[in-house]
């Protein structure tokens, strides 16, 4: 199963006024796991970014001058994404900003299986609060680098979040089910080199059937074999 966590910074909160994503980040999940496969761009926009995005984020105005457009980038978050489910926190804001820049150049909206970790984390934790700073703090996840929000870096932070949400850890547990069979295989062997095989002798039988006969009233007597 694979899941894209995603995340945009933007030069606003509203792209009904004109604000555009200025960075989009994503992380690829399987089966629950990170699999070290990221995606991250910034782009030009068209709006100088206001002073509040600025002390969010930490970029300025002649840094996304030197950047590609989003129509540049757009296919390279079309072929990162596909048609896999999409972890977003706060889901309509992201994208709400994204199919607007889509639709600006002429493309069709994400169609994509959405999960909003918002939701996700107020069902699960039954908290009002759920902003990814606190959701952080609850499951004891590193904030140091998060002197400025970013893409990327708030993507990764999320798919913790939400490997947590989700179950926590064990999901590091399951089986690879991309593993070839010669990779099963060695690791079967591998197992059965660890594992000491016991042999009984006719004095361990006897000494048993011995030791099970001092035994007054046993349980097993009550079963038919």
Same mark, same amino acid.
């Given at each position: 199963? !694979?899941?894209? $966590?995603?995340?945009?910074? &933007?030069?606003?909160?509203?792209? @009904?006024?004109?604000?555009? =994503?200025? +960075? ?5 999940? !399987?089966?629950? $796991?990170?699999?070290?496969? &990221?995606?991250?761009?910034?782009? @030009?926009?068209?709006?100088? =970014?206001? +002073? ?174």
């Amino acid at each position: 199963m !694979r899941e894209i $966590v995603l995340d945009t910074e &933007t030069t606003g909160l509203n792209f @009904k006024s004109g604000d555009r =994503i200025i +960075e989009v980040g994503c992380v690829e999940l !399987r089966n629950h $796991v990170t699999t070290g496969n &990221t995606l991250q761009f910034y782009c @030009k926009p068209d709006k100088s =970014i206001s +002073e509040g995005a600025k002390n969010i984020v930490g970029l300025s105005d002649e840094f996304l001058a030197k950047q590609k457009t989003f129509k540049e980038n757009h296919k390279l978050l079309l072929d990162f994404i596909k048609n896999d489910t999409l972890i977003i926190h706060n889901s309509d804001f992201d994208l709400g900003f994204i199919n607007n820049e889509l639709s600006l150049i002429g493309i069709s909206a994400l169609t994509n299986p959405v999960i909003d970790t918002v939701s996700l984390a107020r069902e699960v934790l039954n908290t009002r609060i759920a902003n990814l700073d606190y959701l952080c703090r609850r499951f004891d996840i590193d904030l140091s680098d998060r002197s400025f929000h970013g893409a990327l870096l708030d993507s990764q932070l999320l798919a913790s979040v939400y490997l947590e949400l989700k179950g926590g850890k064990q999901f590091s547990m399951e089986l690879d089910t991309t593993k070839s069979e010669d990779e099963k295989s060695l690791i079967n062997n591998t197992n059965k080199e660890k594992t000491k095989e016991i042999i009984l002798t006719e004095e361990n039988i006897s000494n048993h059937r011995k030791m099970l006969k001092k035994i007054k009233n046993p349980i097993w007597n009550k079963f038919n074999y």
